[in-house]
């Protein structure tokens, strides 16, 4: 049993597909065949049913790939180690980022840190909170940015700066004509909100005591904070965009956006890992970068803003 036997079957389980397992790989189908059968001749069990499409594990190669994933992790700390003892930034690194976050920050420091340091392989992927708790646990990614530090023990965090709400709204709204958006002023009609699970919606009808708001949204799910903010500039409704996302706006768009009233409600953005994580070199460029990239404004809480 070789640690390369144990990528490809977790290529195969990850793809469903053996020609699209070996191409991950690198490698051609019949290699990729040959050394998973190898393995299985070893362990004297079929690890996929290849009768099925897409091929999926047996009950046995599911409970031999739980381990296999565990294997690989260790291994991969092995190679962790080295980089850190070495300081070095090469090898992958898989970041997840929420994606109410991910189009407003991301365009600000992405392509200069790939340009300052082609030696690293980051790579991003959108998700939600859950599912970004649950992939730093079974270290299918390296880090995470998240909103607000993560409750669970066996994660840490590490705040980057503060990042403000506001409205955006329609021009005919009749809340267009006040300078500022106070929470008794708005109600579930025409409001456009993210689905349920999205952290952005929940911590904004935490804020707003909108409770009431689920019953009414029912045919507003479209999923979307780029969606609402069309649907807002073709004149219906009401949408909520982050501080960074404003300053991606044209000075007619601008015209659409009201901050609230004080206390203004403001989220954390924070980098978080695992307790088990190594490379602690690399992820200090990775929140220099962040932080040099935003507003140093929202460095730090203001006296007007409350975290929600």
């Not at 991910?102 to 365009?107: C, I, S």
């Not at 809480?301 to 409350?306: I, P």
Request: a negative charge; proline letters at 5%.
């Amino acid at each position: 049993m070789t640690i390369q036997q144990l990528e490809y079957i977790f290529a195969v389980d990850q793809f469903r597909h053996f020609a699209k397992a070996a191409e991950h790989c690198n490698v051609t189908q019949p290699t990729l065949s040959a050394m998973i059968q190898k393995l299985e001749e070893e362990l004297g069990v079929k690890l996929f049913d290849r009768n099925v499409q897409p091929v999926c594990p047996t009950a046995v190669g599911e409970k031999v790939l739980a381990q296999a994933r565990i294997v690989l992790a260790q291994a991969s700390h092995v190679k962790e180690i080295i980089n850190e003892e070495q300081q070095l930034l090469s090898g992958t690194f898989r970041l997840g980022v929420l994606p109410t976050i991910a189009p407003y920050l991301l365009p600000r420091f992405f392509p200069q840190l790939m340009e300052k340091h082609p030696e690293m392989d980051i790579r991003v992927t959108e998700m939600k909170t859950l599912d970004i708790r649950q992939a730093l646990l079974t270290e299918e990614i390296d880090a995470a940015i998240i909103a607000n530090l993560p409750e669970d023990t066996s994660l840490t965090g590490e705040c980057l700066f503060y990042e403000q709400f506001y409205g955006y709204v329609s021009r005919k709204e009749p809340l267009f004509k006040h300078e500022l958006i106070r929470t008794s002023d708005i109600t579930g009609e025409r409001l456009w909100l993210l689905d349920e699970g999205h952290c952005f919606r929940d911590q904004l009808v935490r804020f707003c005591q909108m409770e009431a708001v689920k019953l009414s949204q029912m045919a507003y799910r479209l999923g979307s904070m780029e969606t609402f903010m069309r649907m807002v500039e073709s004149g219906k409704g009401i949408t909520f965009i982050p501080g960074l996302a404003v300053d991606q706006l044209s000075s007619e768009q601008k015209e659409l956006v009201r901050p609230f009233a004080v206390p203004r409600p403001t989220r954390q953005i924070v980098l978080v890992t695992s307790k088990n994580f190594i490379r602690h070199s690399l992820l200090q460029v990775l929140k220099e970068e962040i932080k040099a990239a935003v507003p140093k404004e929202m460095l730090r809480l203001q006296a007007v803003q409350h975290l929600v």
